[in-house]
């Protein structure tokens, strides 16, 4: 996938999968809150929710999981086949649903800091956008 060597089938199959895992990070970070009485990290941690979530306000309606349907629907994948899952893979869905558990299980640190990848990582997620504009348009 990195070096835009994936048919468009691979493609959406990981991005079928992938919207599983993106619509069990809200879940996540809110079993991180519940287990978390620091009030501070509590405000600064809720954003996380409402970037996946998406806002009330009509402004900010629409966040990460919205833009993970669009991108599903970019790769040729309808809309209702990323939100019913039937794509997702069994393995997919143990090692997420695992995730989430462990979250709810463990101290918020430990928690919060299973959830900081993405810090780590900055050119792993450019490499995949910069790929996938070789299979949507190529």
Known sequence: MY??????EQIRAWV?????YQISI????AAILANCKEIDVRRGWIQRILD???HASLDEKY???EAWLKLGESVGLSRE?????RWVLPGVRFAVDAYVNFARRANWQQAACSS???LFAPEIHQSRLDSWLSITHG
Do not use: M, W
Request: net charge negative; hydrophobic share 30%.
């Open 52 to 54: 996946h979530d998406g």
């Open 16 to 20: 079928a999968n992938r919207f599983y």
């Open 81 to 85: 086949e990323v939100l019913d899952q």
């Open 116 to 118: 900081l990848t993405e």
């Open 63 to 65: 966040g990460g999981i």
């Open 26 to 29: 809200p879940i996540k970070d």
């Open 3 to 8: 070096a835009g060597q994936c048919s468009r």
